[in-house]
Every structure is written in structure tokens, then in C-alpha cells.
């Protein structure tokens, strides 16, 4: 059993900066795929990033050379750095664990992006 708890998420103007975290429960986690995704209203969940037990990372298209992911496994915690946040970026932010057995999610943390 994995327990994600996001946090980071927040009211940013467009061209500002976010840095979400996302802790995880258990021993296994270092060898876990992580990943965030997020849902906008209105909109189908959506893959942000991953990033494989050995630090191996893919992001979508619309977030490349804008957003990082990276991982702290000592801290049992993933991260995602936002920059260059625009308005349509503004969703609910889910930290997801691939498992193995099962997949595990987060609650989200809201992340808006307004002026």
C-alpha cells in the first residue's frame, strides 16, 4: 500500500513559478515509476511527466523545456518545478505511483494560473 500526499499547489500569475511535491509512504518507492498528471475542468486527465526508478523522465509536449520532474528517493518524494506557468495550465495536479501490483493516486493539488 503507497499513500501520495501532494503539495505545492497554488494561485500564480502568468510567467511565475510553482514547485509541486509529492510525498510517498512505504520502502519500495526508489523502485517505483512516478509521474504527475493533471486535470483541468471540463477536460480528461492528462500525463504531465514520469520519471522511472533510474531517472529516466518523459513529459508532454505542451509542458517540455518548461516543467521538471525529478525524484528524492532518501525522501521518499517526487517533485515537480513549473516554469513559464501559462493559464492553461491551471488543472488539479495528481501524483500517480505505478506500483507494480497496482496503481496508486494522490487527492490533487489545485495549481492556477491567473493574472
Known amino acids: 500500500q503507497v499513500q501520495l500526499v501532494e503539495s505545492g499547489g497554488g494561485l500564480v500569475q502568468p510567467g511565475g513559478a510553482l514547485r509541486l511535491s509529492c510525498a510517498a509512504s512505504?520502502?519500495?518507492?526508489?523502485?517505483?515509476?512516478m509521474g504527475w498528471y493533471r486535470q483541468a475542468p471540463g477536460k480528461e486527465r492528462e500525463l504531465v511527466a514520469t520519471?522511472?526508478?533510474?531517472?529516466?523522465?518523459n513529459y508532454a509536449d505542451s509542458v517540455k523545456d518548461r516543467f521538471t520532474i525529478s525524484r528524492d528517493n532518501a525522501k521518499n518524494t517526487v517533485y515537480l518545478q513549473m516554469a513559464s506557468l501559462k493559464p492553461e495550465d491551471t488543472a488539479v495536479y495528481y501524483c500517480y505511483c505505478n506500483g507494480i501490483v497496482r496503481n496508486y493516486w494522490g487527492k490533487g493539488t489545485l495549481v492556477t494560473v491567473s493574472s
Open positions: 520519471i522511472t526508478s533510474r531517472g529516466n523522465t
Open positions: 512505504g520502502s519500495m518507492f526508489s523502485r517505483y515509476l
